[in-house]
DNA sequence: GCGCGAATTATTCGAGCGTATAATAAGCCT
DNA sequence: AGGCTTATTATACGCTCGAATAATTCGCGC
């Protein structure tokens, strides 16, 4: 007889607080554990609401993986702007991309659930693939920019070499210490970062770590 | 009436099979699509019997990601073992941390599953931390017989941090390497990885990545 | 302020889950 | 060769799953 009362909310930010249930249920209990009964209590409202906004549990699924890697490219991308000169930016990026909250252990949680169903689902292969060539060619485009603040000739295929490594450095870095998150201090992980960058670049010590210039 | 014929098989094969059979259905059905049904299916058994020797399917899940690990490891060290000179070794040891069968993308599926599970259960961030400092300290080991090797003075501590980049590193090609390998030419990988090592080092160039000196 | 479309709830369905227990067949020991 | 242990099968139980459908309540347009 007596119904739960509800709201109707926009479509928006009904789809938005659906993804965010999907990755708090994931993070907390696997991705075995985010079943739609779970999610659909997490949000606030019924299971069957769930396929109101999706058209399969899988669809939400696939949406909340572009959320958890938007979120992520975006926080570094942000950071990244903010820099004045090609070193700052590209010095912000390396720092922000191995730094909360990018390097929080619920993020890697997400990251590695949706990691693993790459090879079983063609849909996550696909937006993983979108998701490292753009990271790939953000990383390009600021170490190009660098070279050249630096007036230092470098072929294109020599820059996306050092785009690859520097990429391979950053993403073991926040798996290294995010990971093992006690085992590094506050800033060890971000001097790290740097000094390792600069010495995959072969840059002189200090060129990109230090403070200022 | 007719009851299925079988074979009494000793307790090593079984788990092993069991195990196999887990890792499989993991691989190719996601952590979700590894039921005890479709693991005792695999394994040409029936369900029942995983409880005669795991007392719960998550401690067969548990065996599973040791399992893993240790293949993993197993095939570094194997091939690092094999060079004769400290340089060798370690050139070895990066070589088939990026090359098959380390890189595949069935291990990094499996990898990943497991690494989602860490923060949920503590059980599974054991296993981690134990391999992650076992691997950590042979990478060390390595480096610092081929620092004495080149009568290159370091400390302790330079050591460790040298440890941890290039351990990132070496991670973070794997990655790499794995989810993308059709961007990366055969060897592409490997000779990446051992230019990008002697770079984190400090190293003249060819000083590692030369087929020999 | 009311009616109507649609967002949301409630309920149901069949399938499959992990686990427990009883029945059975395999194969070693003497 | 035959009995005994036990590895293995078979079956059942209680729950939860994703999905489908029917019933209801919200809130906008008029």
């Not at 789809?15 to 209990?29: Q, Y």
């Amino acid at each position: 007889m007596n119904r739960r009362t509800y709201h109707r909310a926009s479509e928006a930010e009904r789809r938005e607080d659906l993804i965010a249930a999907t990755l708090d249920c994931i993070a907390e209990f696997g991705i075995q554990g985010a079943t739609v009964r779970q999610i659909a209590m997490r949000a606030g409202v019924t299971g069957g609401l769930i396929r109101h906004y999706f058209s399969s549990k899988d669809q939400m699924l696939q949406a909340a993986y572009r959320k958890v890697m938007a979120s992520m490219t975006e926080a570094a991308v942000a950071a990244a702007i903010e820099g004045e000169t090609a070193r700052s930016r590209l010095r912000r990026f390396i720092v922000a991309n191995v730094t909360p909250p990018v390097t929080d252990p619920r993020t890697l949680s997400l990251w590695a659930a949706f990691i693993s169903h790459i090879q079983i689902d063609q849909s996550f292969a696909a937006i993983h693939r979108e998701n490292y060539l753009s990271f790939l060619e953000a990383l390009e485009t600021l170490l190009s920019a660098f070279f050249v603040e630096e007036k230092r000739a470098l072929s294109p295929a020599q820059c996306r070499t050092y785009a690859i490594g520097v990429n391979a450095l950053v993403d073991g870095l926040w798996l290294e210490g995010t990971l093992a998150a006690d085992t590094f201090a506050e800033h060890e992980l971000a001097e790290n970062a740097l000094i390792s960058v600069e010495a995959l670049l072969r840059l002189q010590p200090g060129e990109l770590s230090a403070e200022q210039r």
